[in-house]
């Protein structure tokens, strides 16, 4: 995959980031080469390897799951603006 100029010059108007020429044509050139990246690793044979949790050997420490905060609800809740039946009530926003 290539993006062309105007490509990126899209890209940019939607992620509304202002740029400049030279800033258009130098990350042309940067997001074309992590596309060329891209495409070297998914033509790499992967069948067979299972998938590490971490680039390095190494294991994680692990502790138990339990809850250490106490449930609060009913004090948040007494400062809501609106509940109803345990739950927030909140002004529709879509017509």
Same mark, same amino acid.
């Given at each position: 995959?290539?993006?062309?100029?105007?490509?990126?010059? $899209?890209? *940019?108007?939607? +992620?509304?980031?202002?740029v400049?020429?030279?800033?258009v *044509? #130098?990350?042309?050139?940067?997001?074309? $080469? !992590?596309?060329? !990246?891209? #495409?070297?690793?998914? *033509? @790499?044979?992967?069948?067979? @390897? *299972?998938?590490?949790?971490?680039?390095?050997?190494? =294991? !994680?420490? !692990? $502790?138990?799951?339990?809850a250490?905060?106490?449930?609060?609800?009913? +004090?948040?809740?007494?400062? +809501?603006?609106?509940?109803?039946?345990g739950?927030? =009530?909140?002004?529709?926003?879509? #017509?």
């Open positions: 995959m290539s993006l062309s100029i105007d490509d990126v010059r $899209r890209i *940019a108007r939607l +992620a509304r980031i202002s400049t020429e030279n800033e *044509a #130098e990350s042309q050139v940067q997001l074309n $080469r !992590l596309f060329d !990246l891209i #495409e070297e690793m998914r *033509a @790499i044979d992967t069948t067979g @390897i *299972a998938p590490m949790p971490h680039p390095q050997d190494m =294991l !994680l420490r !692990l $502790r138990d799951d339990v250490t905060a106490t449930n609060r609800r009913e +004090a948040f809740q007494a400062v +809501a603006p609106a509940v109803e039946n739950l927030y =009530l909140v002004p529709k926003v879509i #017509e």
